[in-house]
T-cell receptor
Framework: GQQLNQSPQSMFIQEGEDVSMNCTSSSIFNTWLWYKQDPGEGPVLLIA?????ELTSNGRLTAQFGITRKDSFLNISASIPSDVGIYFCAGRSGGSNYKLTFGKGTLLTVNP | SAVISQKPSRDICQRGTSLTIQCQVD?????MFWYRQQPGQSLTLIATANQGSEATYESGFVIDKFPISRPNLTFSTLTVSNMSPEDSSIYLC??????????FGSGTRLTVV
């Protein structure tokens, strides 16, 4: 089955620093999604990408859909303590296949 | 995006019993899904809940263990049957309109003792 390689597994940063995480796949995806999950909650959609090369921002978050359609990255600028959580990438191959494949997640810790 | 209400939010159950989890969406959606998330792990798709027909299960998940209903476009249930401690996990409902804007419920944290 399809697999997503998400890195890094975890990050420890100081408040105010920028963060970058990425996902790669051996197969093509037509949709890339980035989620954040807080403890005890379900994942919350941060950014959705639908077109190769697309660069989309949501406040301090920026994500890009790789040109090869096999990768995506998420950047967080000027991190704050509430950015702490687990970030997941997810991909959908498209067509009649509506299932999402998830990466293993990046645990972000922000030290005040 | 759709808003999902999932209940119960948590439960502690005896082994051998069954638990039914409900998922209510505030608008009609095309796709509904059920996931399992074990502690510290990513999300694993259990099945796609199909309106008016049998759910489509992923490899490793069977209908006898995880029966799913979806009577209409806004509601679905997942039953975890004949539970064992290995079923202790977070179960999540997800919904999508047309393959975009996938949203999730808050999850059901299940502990089997």
């Amino acid at each position: 089955g399809q697999q997503l390689n998400q890195s890094p597994q975890s990050m420890f940063i100081q408040e105010g620093e920028d963060v970058s995480m990425n996902c790669t796949s051996s197969s093509i995806f037509n949709t890339w999604l980035w989620y954040k999950q807080d403890p005890g909650e379900g994942p919350v959609l941060l950014i959705a990408l639908y077109k190769a090369g697309e660069l989309t921002s949501n406040g301090r978050l920026t994500a890009q859909f790789g040109i090869t359609r096999k990768d995506s990255f998420l950047n967080i600028s000027a991190s704050i303590p509430s950015d702490v959580g687990i970030y997941f990438c997810a991909g959908r191959s498209g067509g009649s296949n509506y299932k999402l494949t998830f990466g293993k997640g990046t645990l972000l810790t922000v030290n005040p | 995006s759709a808003v999902i209400s999932q209940k119960p939010s948590r439960d502690i159950c005896q082994r051998g019993t069954s638990l039914t989890i409900q998922c209510q969406v505030d608008s009609q959606v095309t796709m509904m899904f059920w996931y399992r998330q074990q502690p510290g792990q990513s999300l694993t798709l259990i099945a796609t809940a199909n309106q008016g027909s049998e759910a489509t299960y992923e490899s490793g998940f069977v209908i006898d263990k995880f029966p799913i209903s979806r009577p209409n476009l806004t509601f679905s249930t997942l039953t975890v049957s004949n539970m064992s401690p290995e079923d202790s996990s977070i179960y999540l409902c997800s919904a999508s309109g047309q393959g975009d804007g996938y949203t999730f419920g808050s999850g059901t944290r299940l502990t089997v003792v």
